[in-house]
């Protein structure tokens, strides 16, 4: 009897430290996620996740103060390529996901009525439209292809006054962020653009939910710009976007623009995910940025990024805007003191700094 009640007793302490104990690891989870997914370039989650993080401009202003850990500062003189690396690199990324096919999802992976789980929040769902039936690829976009040298363009409002545009454009290959405005900054920023994300708030952010002629009209030109190019949609990540991703898809058919349109596959944010968590890299949801950095190295040999700059000022302590386009104030990291910089940005600086990759924070040399 007694012995029953001991072990009821030690059951039941078990128990509740399991449960105090998992109730920490989420805690830590959310902290982290918080921190995170606001990261720099291209955000990608919804918008009700962003006013959270608002808040926090102020505490990582201050903490950052005027100067920037030495580590962070500019390295770009005599970066070289490790091509080693690169390759090391490329066949690891490819045991978790394979670009060529995690790209988009095709035509033959679905019927229209289908219904889709969001990726982010199973217990909704999506059905699948003739509409978006019909603008699925028949094959990925990026099947067979092979780069020398990719861009991979952030819109952080550090590439304002740097003069890369010619440098950017020079690329075989140039990723672009969220329908970035580029005419009126194409010094900064350049033209050349092969593929386009587009996260579904953008939409309502900038383009007025294409409720009016002035709205659609405006979108329009700017789909312009993508000629043929690939414009790559994640439309399964979370519920909320739907009706703006119809818009877009609508508005393409009906005008017969020539864009090729992609959506990232069920796996493919699970996969990248798993690749970092991997390399010890605990990037809970990683940004468009990071994602379009890991699906490059499948068909790049050279990858270079611009526009990926998360902090308030720069390394001289001028202030930088957090879009080079718009007004915008997000925060870029919660509570954060240097120590818990972005991750993501340490981990790229990281990579540059062996040659992986390379990281473009400064001004581009001209000429
Ligand atoms: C942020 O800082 C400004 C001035 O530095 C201050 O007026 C404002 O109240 C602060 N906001 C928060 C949320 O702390
Ligand atoms: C390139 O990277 C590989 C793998 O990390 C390393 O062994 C090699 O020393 C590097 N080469 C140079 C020139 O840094
Ligand atoms: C999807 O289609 C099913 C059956 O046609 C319908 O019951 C459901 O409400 C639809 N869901 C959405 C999100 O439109
Ligand atoms: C169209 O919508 C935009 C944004 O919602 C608004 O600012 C503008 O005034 C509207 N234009 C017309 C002609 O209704
Ligand atoms: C659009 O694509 C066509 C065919 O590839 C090409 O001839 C044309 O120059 C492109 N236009 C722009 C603005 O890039």
Not at 170 to 183: E, G, K, Q, T, Y
Not at 242 to 256: A, D, F, S, W
Request: aromatic share 10%; with cysteine.
């Amino acid at each position: 009897m007694r012995l029953t009640r001991k072990r009821w007793t030690i059951c039941t302490i078990s128990l509740l430290l399991i449960f105090y104990k998992t109730k920490e690891i989420v805690r830590s989870d959310e902290h982290q996620e918080a921190q995170l997914t606001s990261i720099l370039f291209c955000y990608f989650y919804s918008e009700s996740e962003l006013s959270t993080s608002r808040l926090m401009v102020n505490s990582s202003e201050k903490a950052l103060g005027k100067s920037l850990p030495i580590y962070l500062q500019g390295t770009e003189e005599g970066w070289r390529v490790n091509a080693t690396l690169v390759a090391m690199i490329r066949k690891d990324i490819l045991r978790f996901l394979d670009a060529e096919r995690d790209v988009s999802v095709v035509k033959s992976s679905f019927k229209p009525g289908d219904t889709i789980h969001y990726i982010l929040d199973r217990r909704r769902t999506l059905n699948v439209s003739h509409t978006l039936h019909s603008l699925l690829p028949e094959v990925s976009p990026l099947k067979n292809k092979r780069f020398r040298t990719c861009a991979v363009v952030g819109n952080s409002g550090v590439l304002l006054k740097s003069g890369c545009g010619k440098e950017i454009d020079s690329h075989d290959f140039v990723i672009r962020c969220n329908l970035a405005p580029l005419a009126k900054f194409a010094e900064d920023v350049g033209l050349k653009s092969d593929f386009t994300t587009m996260n579904p708030s953008v939409i309502q952010r900038m383009y007025g939910g294409l409720r009016n002629e002035t709205a659609r009209d405006c979108f329009l030109r700017r789909l312009a710009v993508l000629n043929d190019s690939v414009l790559w949609i994640p439309a399964f990540m979370v519920k909320g976007g739907e009706k703006h991703v119809e818009g877009v898809n609508e508005l393409i058919l009906q005008r017969k623009l020539p864009v090729r349109m992609a959506y990232p596959s069920l796996r493919l944010i699970h996969a990248v995910r798993g690749y970092w968590l991997t390399n010890k890299v605990n990037i809970k949801r990683p940004s468009t940025g990071l994602l379009m950095y890991t699906m490059a190295t499948r068909f790049c040999d050279e990858i270079h990024l611009y526009g990926f700059w998360p902090f308030p000022k720069d390394a001289k302590g001028n202030l930088v805007k957090y879009h080079y386009y718009d007004t915008i104030k997000y925060r870029y990291f919660s509570n954060a003191g240097p120590h818990r910089m972005p991750l993501e940005f340490k981990t790229l600086k990281m990579l540059h700094s062996k040659g992986a990759l390379k990281l473009t924070t400064s001004k581009c040399p001209q000429g």
